[in-house]
């Protein structure tokens, strides 16, 4: 497969959220949007969130048969992605996505591959994404519309994905606290 890429999830999800502040994006659509680029040029990658797995169902939506997604866990992602770079057998296969300036000087250190965030999502969608049928390059431009999220009103889902959905999530009708994620990021 050649280049094994290592990407701070959580960095590229901030970059792709700041250059499309108006687009809904999450870490499940980060990890299908990863997951297709990585089968569209036969590539390896790992990319590496903060804090420990999402429970139940949502591990499952975040879990994918082509990229391995990892948590960090007690840990910084940053910290797990070093690691990764410090145990590669062979460095100069090794690129590392992440802005941030530690993650970047440990990969040249080691003499693998770097590359910013904003960069990588350029190249994310060169050969246009498929699902918004945008063919045009990330721009920086106040004003442009990047090629994912798209504009159109999201299509309810049928009764049946809605109880589908609930029953995964363990949805409880006589809750009356919202759930805010906060679950998730507790031990």
């Given amino acids: 497969m050649g280049v094994h890429v290592i ?8 970059a792709i959220r700041d250059l499309a502040a108006a687009t809904s994006i999450g870490r499940e659509k980060l990890v299908r949007l990863i997951e297709r680029w990585a089968q569209r040029g036969r590539r390896a990658a790992t990319l590496v969130f903060d804090g420990p797995p999402p429970p139940g169902g949502l591990a499952r939506q975040m879990s994918s ?4 997604v990892r948590f960090s866990g007690s ?11 410090n145990a590669a057998a062979n460095p100069h296969e090794i690129r590392v996505v992440s802005n941030d300036s530690a993650i970047g000087h440990a990969a040249r250190y080691r ?9 990588f999502i350029r190249e994310l969608y060169q050969d246009g994404d ?6 045009d390059s990330v721009s920086k431009k106040p004003g442009s519309s ?15 994905e809605a109880k589908r959905w609930l029953d995964t999530f363990g949805y409880d ?11 998730a990021m507790e031990d």
Avoid: M, W, Y
């Fill in 65 to 68: 048969p082509r990229i391995d």
């Fill in 7 to 14: 990407i701070d999830g959580n960095n590229l999800f901030h």
């Fill in 146 to 160: 990047p090629p994912f999220g798209g504009h159109e009103k999201p299509v309810a889902p049928s009764s049946d």
């Fill in 173 to 183: 009708p006589d809750d009356k606290e919202p759930f805010d994620g906060s679950e």
């Fill in 130 to 135: 498929e699902q918004s049928g945008r063919t």
């Fill in 111 to 119: 003499r693998c591959q770097h590359t910013l965030c904003d960069d």
């Fill in 75 to 85: 840990r910084t992602a940053d910290d797990v992605i070093v690691d990764l770079v």
